[in-house]
């Protein structure tokens, strides 16, 4: 994800803006003010900007992409550390860019404001008869500012930071989430299967899923991340270079891809490549490619924890140089992968399954309550078609009376079809 991988710096001032675009999603906005850009137009760029999974990814990075431009704030940027930007320090140099930027943050922010008033609409006209009022939904925009929808101000940058910060933070964490049930289903199904097979069946199966766990297991030693005998094996096998000239400095420019002067998250999630490679084989059964990016992220947090002091998701060259010199670098402890961890209890999984068959009753009383709304509908629909046919039937049957006693078909109205002959 493009947004994890820039300096927290950026994520947080941008995502402040978006928090009040979203919140600016008031009703009354002026449409004359609101310049809207071409929707083929506007689309194609979304659809082009990568997934974030955040619903204000483009206009994060828009954002961004015009802050960087001034270079008054791009040297405060740099700057700043962690505390000056959660505190609204770097905010409040935002009445000191220049015109041509802070022009353009209006117009970004009209235009996400735009957006956000159509994406409340749909809401709104989706949940009509649910009893979830305007009030409600705007809620979830909780991180907009409202009072001032055509002009991009420094509460805007700060309402960003929150949201940023918020989203960092927690993203690892549901990420970990949403592996533990993702594991927990695999193992629900399976035994849910097993109980449909007869005892011969089960055996087999059962011995073949030992085995393949087995075989899983049966993988070369995994060198611990962010070790010198990690860093070395990809300075040999991917730098292609002697491992006896392994040299920190020259090693972190070279993986510093955008040079940046950071390690962010994606080039440190790079550097383990290797070591999931022995792990793990798209072309083998028995190992799965949601566990490996699992271990990628741990991985990843593992590095992080140890050479990111002051905690803002990125590495910089002095950083990684002092962590090269810790005892921990040059003596690793093992490292365990996630085939060696009781990644559940019993317990957890009961109560996940416990919680499934909730959800199947719901589902199932849900299902019961359509079904009779259904039967109901086509009874509905049979009475309907027989009354219209008894109604044609007694058309048809009025209309051979009226030629029995020789008076002409009249229309709907009651008119004369023809005329007869004077």
């Keep these: 994800m493009w947004w994890r991988t820039i300096p927290l710096h950026y994520c947080f001032y941008v995502a402040t803006s978006l928090l009040i675009t979203l919140e600016a999603v008031p009703i009354d906005v002026d449409k004359t003010k609101v310049k809207e850009p071409p929707v083929e137009e506007e689309e194609e760029k979304r659809q082009a900007a990568p997934d974030t999974g955040l619903y204000y990814d483009y206009y994060l990075k828009e954002v961004i992409d015009v802050l960087e431009k001034d270079n008054h704030f791009r040297q405060k940027l740099q700057t700043a550390d962690i505390e000056d930007i959660k505190s609204g320090k770097l905010s409040r140099e935002l009445d000191l860019v220049s015109h041509h930027v802070r022009t353009k943050l209006d117009e970004l922010k009209r235009q996400e404001v735009a957006r956000l008033r159509m994406l409340l609409k749909v809401k709104l006209d989706s949940v009509q008869g649910t009893g979830i009022d305007h009030r409600t939904l705007l809620k979830q925009f909780e991180h907009l500012n409202h009072q001032n929808p055509d002009k991009f101000e ?114 440190l999630e790079a550097l383990f490549t290797k070591e ?13 490619m949601v566990e490996m990016e699992e271990e990628r992220l741990r991985m990843r947090e593992h590095v992080m924890n140890e050479v990111d002091i002051n905690k803002d998701r990125l590495i910089t060259m002095e950083e990684f140089l002092k962590a090269t010199q810790k005892r ?35 589902l199932q009383k849900r299902a019961l309550e359509l079904q009779k709304q259904k039967e109901e509908l086509e009874r509905q629909h049979d009475q309907l078609q027989v009354q219209k046919q008894e109604l044609q039937q007694a058309v048809q049957h009025l209309e051979q009376k009226k030629l029995q006693q020789h008076v002409p078909p009249s229309g709907p109205a009651g008119e004369l079809k023809f005329q007869p002959r004077m």
């Design 154 to 267: 420094p509460k805007d940058l700060d309402l960003l930071i929150k949201a940023a910060t918020k989203d960092l933070e927690n993203y690892d964490k549901e990420k970990h989430e949403e592996f533990k049930k993702y594991e927990m289903m695999k193992e629900h199904e399976r035994r849910e299967y097993l109980k449909t097979l007869d005892e011969e069946k089960r055996k087999e199966e059962e011995a073949k899923y030992e085995e393949m766990k087995k075989k899983h297991n049966e993988h070369p030693k995994v060198n611990h991340p962010g070790s010198q005998d990690q860093l070395k094996e990809v300075w040999e096998e991917t730098d292609g270079l002697d491992p006896n000239d392994f040299d920190p400095r020259t090693f972190f420019m070279l993986h510093d891809s955008n040079n940046d002067g950071f390690l962010d998250e994606q080039e």
């Design 276 to 288: 999931l490679e022995k792990v793990y084989d798209p072309k083998n059964e028995e190992d799965d």
């Design 328 to 362: 921990e670098f040059l003596e690793p402890d093992s490292w365990e992968t996630l085939d060696q961890q009781q990644l559940f209890t019993e317990e957890e999984l009961k109560e996940f399954e416990n919680h499934i068959a909730v959800q199947e009753s719901e």
